[in-house]
């Protein structure tokens, strides 16, 4: 008799109370309604909107293009939900105000967004706003309750960078030479890079040669191409024959500088090497978008666990040296491939243990 009940009231609801909360758009959450049957049934249509908030701008930068489309991938799937992209652009003093005005407008039913400054941003806002989730990938934040975050191990991925840097410079391949010098180009300072990105990577090259020492640059923006090539032609001038770069679109100037003098790119963040091949060596993925993905559908279902922070490793797959592409294997020569599988491998394996140190 219960079952029956809950069966009409059920097929009530799927026949004519979600096509109107469909097609009105509504984003409001349903409220707790009396009968249980009834949870169940609007739990499983509830609208859900999304803001999907690009700190800088998308293209160029994998990370924000990873996060549009993993959010893209699961809002497809749910009819009741929806997302909107906002850029945030590279004035990073306004970033509070724009963020603000996403917030204000009550509609999203969390704001997701991307790096390691964006729970600082909005930790303000959380507090004049104390209905609206967060969620940060590339970012960590634990114990607030209107906020879950996911920051990568990028110790792990930044030391198998390293490494095969440490063996391209100490290598005979064209265009290393003798001195024990390899390069990082930087866009900013911020505590993932000084304590996980910069650490990881000159320990990773350290680990090939204890004499190799790091020629840093910081940039100062994330756009600059001719910037980055003229502080990439410098290095190459004081002898550095391999290159990191943390510096979003900027990269494209030290490929082609890279390019020019027969020198290499260590990238970070996905599979890039099509973007340069012969010239970016080596590549360290965030699979940011499986992350968003997974993350997105748990909030549209309601799983997320707020106040969390999670911490993740090259074992959970969300970090890969990416070392089948034909690019990787055409430039690399086949005795460096396999002194940096090893390395790779005892990372993957939980055999070599690099720690996230506190940020
Ligand atoms: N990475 C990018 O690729 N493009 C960007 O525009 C960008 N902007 C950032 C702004 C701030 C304030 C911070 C802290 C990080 C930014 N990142 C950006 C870096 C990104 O979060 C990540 O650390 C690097 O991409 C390396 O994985």
């Known amino acids: 008799m219960k079952s029956t009940k809950s069966l009409l009231v059920a097929a009530v609801i799927l026949l004519f109370i979600a096509p109107v909360l469909i097609v009105t758009g509504c984003q409001k959450k349903a409220e707790t309604p009396t009968e249980p049957a009834v949870v169940k049934e609007e739990a499983t249509v509830a609208p859900f909107a999304l803001a999907v908030v690009v700190p800088g701008v998308t293209a160029g930068s994998p990370l924000y293009e990873q996060l549009v489309e993993g959010a893209q991938q699961v809002i497809d799937q749910y009819p009741q939900a929806s997302m909107k992209v906002v850029e945030l652009g590279f004035n990073q003093s306004e970033w509070g105000e724009k963020m603000t005005s996403v917030v204000a407008t009550g509609r999203y039913d969390a704001v997701l967004t991307s790096n390691p400054s964006m729970p600082f941003v909005c930790m303000e806002l959380a507090s004049q706003f104390p209905e609206q989730k967060f969620l940060f990938v590339d970012g960590f934040i634990e114990g607030h309750p209107q906020m879950a975050s996911f920051l990568y191990n990028q110790v792990e991925q930044s030391y198998m960078l390293g490494h095969l840097a440490g063996l391209i410079s100490t290598s005979d391949m064209p265009g290393a030479n003798a001195d024990l010098k390899i390069g990082i180009i930087v866009a900013q300072e911020y505590p993932a890079l000084n304590k996980m990105i910069v650490p990881g990577f000159e320990q990773g090259a350290q680990a090939v040669n204890s004499g190799i020492t790091l020629d840093y640059r910081v940039l100062g923006n994330w756009y600059d191409a001719n910037k980055a090539g003229e502080l990439a032609k ?19 100037g030290v490929f082609e500088v890279c390019a020019d003098r027969n020198k290499y790119v260590m990238y970070w963040d996905d599979n890039s090497y099509a973007k340069a091949p012969g010239v970016i060596a080596g590549c360290g993925a965030l699979h940011q978008k499986m992350l968003v993905a997974e993350v997105v559908d748990d909030a549209i279902n309601g799983k997320v666990e707020y106040g969390t922070g999670v911490k993740l490793n090259a074992r959970d797959g969300y970090i890969e040296f990416v070392d089948t592409d034909p690019n990787y294997l055409n430039t690399i020569p086949e005795s460096i491939q396999a002194e940096q599988k090893k390395v790779v491998d005892s990372i993957m394996s939980g055999t070599l243990v690099l720690e996230v140190p506190e940020l």
Do not use: E, L, R, Y
Request: hydrophobic content about 55%.
């Open 234 to 252: 410098s290095m190459i001038d004081a002898g550095v024959d391999v290159i990191g770069v943390i510096c979003g679109g900027a990269a494209t």
